[in-house]
């Protein structure tokens, strides 16, 4: 009679921690964000995380990561304008608008810098993009991509976007660097390739890096590996709090009583707060405690005279 080979002993389950704040991750190239992500949460042990739009492959730099009750403001970042710096190469088309692509079409390019800024200034504004085949947009519940791969292309629909800011950082052709503040939904990568159509020699995308989405920026992110380095007692200390997420809207303070009605999802009537002007006209407003340490307790709609809980923040004492 045989026996059973002995089964290996199971490793001990790493306790996850209720962690609640915001970290600004300096995203590698070659890593998705989801997989950093996956990584983050480990590091932290944290019990919840979610990040805050993804960020491609081949791109790099900021992507915020929410812990905890963060993630109940991620959508907040999800709306806001992104910046980019983008290196486009003149004059080779490829199938996925980047460097990852085959090579669709080759032509001479006959630039000059200053024919190069000309051609970024008729892209600022409000403009109609054609999103890629090349992205996870779906159609008939499949996303273009799938269809992309099949080798078919279907037709999509132009969005209206929103270039804020276009500015020309570097030109040593065939490579030029732009920087570029977009609307949600913009893509990079089509709005080089549609810049490389306006020179008349088209252009793929070879590199980009996100330096901000909405107030926050690259100047306190970090990145995996100085978050793997670091000691355990010491990755608290690059979290920010929730509402670094929030740090447009006007603010609030409610006493004690006023909190404790709002934390019951109560609506308190304008008039029987004070509420500086700047609240009163913003769609959206963060509010916190006047005591209790003046924490957050949550984002509300002050409209139609009622200050409105949109969404609450739950504490231990709550």
Same mark, same amino acid.
């Given at each position: ?5 002995p089964?290996?002993?199971?490793? =001990? ?9 915001v @970290?600004? @991750?300096?995203?590698?190239?070659? +890593?998705s964000?989801n997989? !950093? @992500? /996956?990584r983050a949460k ?10 805050t739009g993804? +960020?491609?492959?081949?791109a ?9 009750e ?15 710096e983008?290196t486009? $190469?003149?004059?080779i088309?490829?199938?996925?608008g980047?460097a990852?692509?085959?090579v ?5 390019v006959?630039c000059?810098e200053?024919g ?11 403009? %109609?993009? /054609? =999103?890629?085949?090349?992205?996870a947009?779906k159609?008939?519940?499949? =996303?273009?991509?799938?269809y992309a791969?099949a080798?078919?292309t279907?037709?999509r629909?132009?969005? $209206? /976007?929103t ?5 020309l950082l !570097?030109?040593a052709? =065939? ?10 939904g913009t ?11 306006a ?6 995308? /070879?590199a980009l890096?996100?330096?901000? %989405?909405?107030? +926050? ?7 995996l590996?100085a978050?793997s380095d ?6 608290? $200390? ?6 670094? +997420? #929030? ?6 303070? #409610? ?5 404790r ?6 609506r308190l $009537?304008l008039a029987?707060?004070?509420i500086?002007d700047a609240a009163?006209? !913003?769609p959206?407003?963060r ?8 924490r957050?307790?949550?984002v509300?709609?002050?409209s139609?005279?009622?200050?409105a809980?949109?969404?609450?923040? %739950?504490t !231990?004492?709550?």
């Open positions: 009679m045989t026996t059973a080979p089964t290996a002993p199971q490793r =001990p389950r790493v306790p996850r921690r209720a962690l609640d704040g @970290l600004l @991750l300096d995203k590698p190239v070659g +890593l964000s997989d !950093a @992500l /996956i480990r590091l932290y042990q944290a019990k919840k995380a979610g990040h993804t +960020l491609d492959p081949l790099s730099g900021l992507l915020p990561l929410c812990f905890g963060a993630t109940k403001f991620s959508q907040d970042l999800l709306d806001a304008d992104k910046t980019y983008a486009m $190469r003149l004059g088309t490829t199938s996925t980047d990852e692509g085959e669709l079409q080759t032509r001479e006959r000059s200053a190069i800024a000309a051609a970024l200034a008729r892209f600022l504004g409000e403009i %109609v993009q /054609i =999103p890629p085949m090349y992205s947009l159609r008939d519940g499949k =996303p273009l991509y799938e791969r080798g078919q279907v037709e629909e132009g969005r $209206r /976007i270039i804020h800011t276009l500015e !570097a030109c052709l =065939p490579d030029v660097t732009f920087r570029v503040t977009c609307s949600k893509y990079v990568r089509t709005l080089a390739e549609d810049i490389g159509e020179l008349g020699c088209g252009a793929h995308l /070879i890096r996100r330096t901000g %989405v909405g107030a +926050l920026t690259l100047e306190h992110a970090v990145t590996d978050l670091a000691a355990q007692s010491d990755l608290d $200390r690059w979290l920010q709090p929730v509402d670094a +997420l #929030l740090s447009t809207f006007p603010m609030v303070r #409610l006493d004690d009583e006023a909190a009605r709002f934390l019951h999802g109560q $009537r029987d707060l004070s500086d009163l006209c !913003a959206r407003v509010v916190y405690a006047a005591l209790d340490g003046g957050l307790l949550g509300a709609k002050a139609d005279g009622v200050l809980p949109e969404r609450l923040v %739950v !231990a004492t709550s």
